[in-house]
């Protein structure tokens, strides 16, 4: 099922294999539309989690990883080799099973002080990224969906870096206080495609105030996503999405 609106569709599927292979032929039609290297954001969390092991195992030789430049839309401040860490989820999930090179991969260095990091990871991306309206234009970011609206490390007290002009920021986890690096608001939304991927029933209240656009959903990160030159898809199970089967034809 599929709505669409100027500039944004809601794709839903009936598992998290369907939704990876909707999210795989996206990646798929970016990659080969792509004149030059495509540049892709990656995030954490367990849904992508599964659709990296998904991209691993069905489309290893499929797609050109070779064109592909990895960055990521944030990172928590641990070590790569930490548990939390967003760089090594696709490390082990997905870097490892398929032909990637490593000159490619461009992680976040959260090891070392935070707001040095942002600074050179913004002038990494700076290098790298294309610029299109005054901002670093990926091909495609990949964004979570928090339970509280929060997406990438923009969480609801901190709004305002959807009007920050740097590239990257330093936020923190309102309840555990951990540091985190992510892009600011202006360069997500200068992307050429946005993909919010969504699973889960804890997850479809947000879901709804969001795009139903109830009270309180302009206090939510996720609200304000809205690629201005570009192109935005959720890409949800039907738990997520359950309030979208509810409305009427």
């Not at 260095?109 to 707001?115: F, K, T, V």
Request: include cysteine.
């Amino acid at each position: 099922m599929t709505e669409s609106t100027v500039n944004s569709k809601i794709v839903i599927s009936k598992n998290i294999e369907e939704l990876s292979e909707q999210f795989a032929q996206i990646l798929l039609t970016g990659v080969n539309k792509s004149e030059n290297n495509f540049h892709l954001a990656l995030s954490g969390g367990s849904t992508p989690k599964m659709i990296y092991k998904y991209l691993a195992e069905n489309y290893k030789s499929k797609i050109d990883w070779c064109r592909i430049k990895f960055f990521w839309g944030d990172e928590r401040c641990v070590p790569p080799n930490h548990p939390d860490s967003n760089y090594r989820l696709a490390k082990e999930n997905f870097f490892y099973k398929i032909n990637i090179a490593p000159e490619n991969i461009f992680r976040v260095h959260c090891e070392i002080d935070p707001y040095e990091e942002a600074n050179r990871y913004a002038s990494i991306i700076e290098e790298n990224v294309k610029s299109e309206n005054n901002a670093p234009q990926f091909d495609l970011v990949i964004l979570g969906l928090g339970e509280d609206g929060h997406t990438a490390s923009i969480f609801p007290d901190s709004l305002n870096l959807f009007e920050e002009k740097n590239i990257c920021a330093v936020t923190e986890h309102p309840h555990t206080h951990q540091k985190r690096i992510t892009l600011t608001g202006r360069v997500i939304n200068n992307a050429k495609q946005v993909v919010f991927l969504v699973t889960g029933k804890s997850k479809s209240n947000v879901v709804d105030i969001i795009l139903s656009k109830k009270n309180g959903s302009e206090k939510l990160p996720a609200f304000h996503v809205n690629p201005s030159h570009g192109e935005l898809i959720w890409l949800m199970d039907e738990a997520a999405s359950s309030f979208v089967k509810e409305r009427p034809d």
